[in-house]
């Protein structure tokens, strides 16, 4: 007896209806990731729970680029039907709500970027959040090491830049110094000021004679005294002597006279 034609309505009994939607769902995705490998299709599945809990599935992790992929190409196939109804007000609607969901899917995984609101996200997808994060965290990485490198290049080449220029000054220093010392001998020479070398200087002589002697030559006031009337004494004597030797020589002339 063959199987009869199943009929499909909403599971009642609310843990029935989980089970089943955690069955359905897991073949759901393994069935968008075979066709993705087997056809090399691009698939993009979003399952949303009755709890509004999100599921995803995307080819290479590249949601993004296929819901870009997919507005493209929902866009002209709308420009082509706003070409023959521009009148018409119901692709304003759908464009609208297309917008709206792109804003709120944006928010969300800037959230889940931060680190926020990561309740609601199954193991799967804290797996390809953190792949996400590694794979730009990578990317910056990479970045700001060839910012780095590329101001070490700058640097260096700025240094040697330097050096360059003060090899090169202080060679024209040089220059200019043994000019000056060229230019300097030339002008003596010309003018026969070359004078010769200076003598060294006289070892000190004594002094005079006539100068007062040192103070520890002085004569002693005492002494000075003693002297001063021995030299009194002498010279009385010796007036005495005088007043003598004229009194006889005159007494003898007036012997002589007579």
């Known amino acids: 007896m063959g199987r009869g034609k199943v009929q499909l309505r909403r599971i009642e009994n609310k843990i029935n209806r989980q089970v089943t939607f955690s069955k359905r769902r897991g073949g759901l995705l393994k069935k968008a990731h075979e066709i993705s490998v087997l056809c090399d299709a691009e698939v993009a599945l979003i399952v949303f729970s009755h709890k509004g809990k999100l599921f995803e599935y995307a080819t290479d992790s590249c949601m993004d680029r296929i819901l870009e992929k997919y507005e493209r190409y929902s866009f002209a196939e709308r420009q082509l039907i706003a070409t023959d109804q521009p009148n018409s007000t119901t692709n304003w609607t759908f ?3 297309k917008l709206k969901a792109r804003i ?3 928010q969300r ?3 889940h970027y931060m680190g926020d609101d990561l ?3 199954s193991l799967k997808d804290l797996q390809n959040l953190e792949q996400q994060l590694d794979s730009g965290l990578k990317t910056i990485r990479n970045r700001k090491n060839q910012l780095i490198q590329d101001s070490i290049s700058e640097l260096q080449r700025k240094e040697k830049a330097i050096q ?3 090899s090169l000054l202080a060679k024209r220093i040089k220059e200019k110094e043994k000019e000056l ?3 300097a001998l030339w002008q003596q020479q010309n003018n026969g000021h070359i004078s010769p070398p200076l ?3 006289p070892p000190p002589q004594p002094p005079p004679h006539y100068l007062m002697p040192p103070p520890h030559q002085l004569p002693n006031v005492n002494s000075i005294g003693d002297t001063y009337e021995h030299q009194a004494a002498e010279a009385r004597i010796s007036n005495e002597l005088d007043l003598t030797l004229d009194s ?5 002339l007036g012997c002589f006279a007579a």
């Open 248 to 252: 006889l020589y005159s007494c003898h």
């Open 181 to 183: 010392r060229e230019q």
């Open 95 to 97: 464009e609208y709500s």
């Open 199 to 201: 003598p060294p200087l």
């Open 119 to 121: 309740e609601t996200m």
């Open 164 to 166: 360059e220029q003060n």
């Open 104 to 106: 709120e899917l944006l």
């Open 109 to 111: 995984n800037h959230r």
